[in-house]
């Protein structure tokens, strides 16, 4: 029986897998649970799983502590935002499985993450990463050709870049596929997230810039592929649902049953894929950019981003202004040559200021 830390235990990966163990109680014990400002929902889950008062948390800062206090098999970090770099160091210090669905703590926190890492001691949660996991178990690292990353196109696939200037954050909010949280919805309908995905593709599997492609896939069924040198392509499909991959983080590389209902092949599918509109969604293009720049690059992308977002949703700036604010506040930074924990940190701060002050001189 594997015991289980939650971190976002009241957010969607977190309900999900607290499903997922209610579901197999003989598999898994949930021995750490935190959340947010839900108090309501973070206290009765840890009823309902009889998790001990004292190995519930609130915060990022509580939910380290949680982490470094307390014996479990895996971590399950579900946190939002760059917030979850300290959890995910240290759960990674501690020894334990990192089950991560905190995209942004790999990202902002580049090496300082993978070198801390033991070989195989990260297994990724977002669907398209869990997926190139799965298909690289096909083949030998040097038989891969390119990773391709899929990408729904979210609500806006198709729109030139004159009518992303007219869309609303209630349009932006109306993902076609999958129901999330409001900065990562968001962050697919700017494609933002897709370039978080990738650099976090580059981090995972150690794989060049120049080998990680996008495609435009909208039914969201074929999760990402892997092109082998012999020209041989591997997906991995499933109806789009979290839970495979969060049951996958838990037990990798073991599956358990009926975690996910396949796709039913008595019944017709039509599967399209199309180019990513690169000069109308920018963000792919500046991901690439900041995570071959590397350093603190990427958590100046991510800060900027998440500024933005907000500005956006409180109607300061317009959809396309996420993006040239990111690259407002790209272009302008110094990065430090040493890459520390308090170096990402200061990048972070220095990012928010200068987004929100592009966002106060636009408004």
Not at 37 to 60: C, M, Y
Request: aromatic share 6%; with cysteine; proline share 5%.
């Amino acid at each position: 029986m594997k015991k289980i830390i939650i971190l976002g235990s009241t957010g969607s990966i977190g309900t999900q897998a607290l499903e997922i163990i209610e579901a197999n109680p003989d598999k898994f014990q949930v021995v750490g649970l935190a959340g947010n400002s839900n108090k309501e929902l973070l206290a009765a889950q840890a009823s309902k799983f009889s998790v001990n008062e004292k190995n519930v948390a609130i915060g990022a800062d509580e939910a380290t502590a949680l982490v470094e206090n307390t014996d479990a098999d895996v971590v399950i970090n579900g946190i939002t935002g760059s917030i979850g770099l300290a959890p995910t160091l240290a759960t990674l210090k501690t020894g334990k499985r990192l089950a991560l669905a905190n995209k942004e703590s790999l990202i902002v926190g580049g090496r300082l993450v993978t070198e801390a890492a033991a070989p195989g001691q990260i297994v990724p949660v977002d669907s398209e990463h869990s997926a190139l996991a799965q298909c690289l178990l096909a083949g030998d690292s040097k038989e891969v050709a390119t990773l391709i990353l899929t990408a729904s196109g979210g609500p806006f696939r198709g729109f030139t870049a004159e009518q992303l200037k007219q869309v609303t954050p209630e349009q932006a909010l109306k993902h076609p596929t999958w129901t999330m949280g409001r900065v990562v919805t968001t962050n697919s309908a700017t494609m933002v997230n897709k370039g978080l995905e990738l650099i976090e593709a580059h981090l995972l599997f150690n794989v060049p810039f120049d080998q990680i492609e996008v495609t435009v896939h909208p039914q969201s069924v074929v999760h990402s592929m892997v092109s082998f040198i012999d020209g041989s392509i591997i997906a991995q499909c499933s109806p789009p649902d979290m839970k495979l991959p969060i049951a996958l983080g838990m037990t990798w590389p073991e599956r358990i049953e009926n975690v996910s209902p396949p796709v039913d092949f008595t019944k017709a599918h039509t599967w399209t894929f199309e180019p990513l509109d690169e000069d109308v969604f920018k963000a792919v293009k500046i991901a690439r950019q900041v995570g071959s720049a590397g350093l603190t690059y990427p958590a100046v992308y991510n800060a900027a981003n998440e500024q933005a977002v907000d500005a956006f949703h409180d109607k300061a700036i317009s959809f396309p202004e996420i993006i040239e604010i990111i690259e407002e506040v790209v272009a302008s930074h110094k990065p430090q040559q040493e890459m520390t924990f308090e170096s990402v940190l200061a990048a972070e701060v220095w990012a928010r200021e200068t987004a929100n002050r592009l966002i106060a001189n636009r408004s």
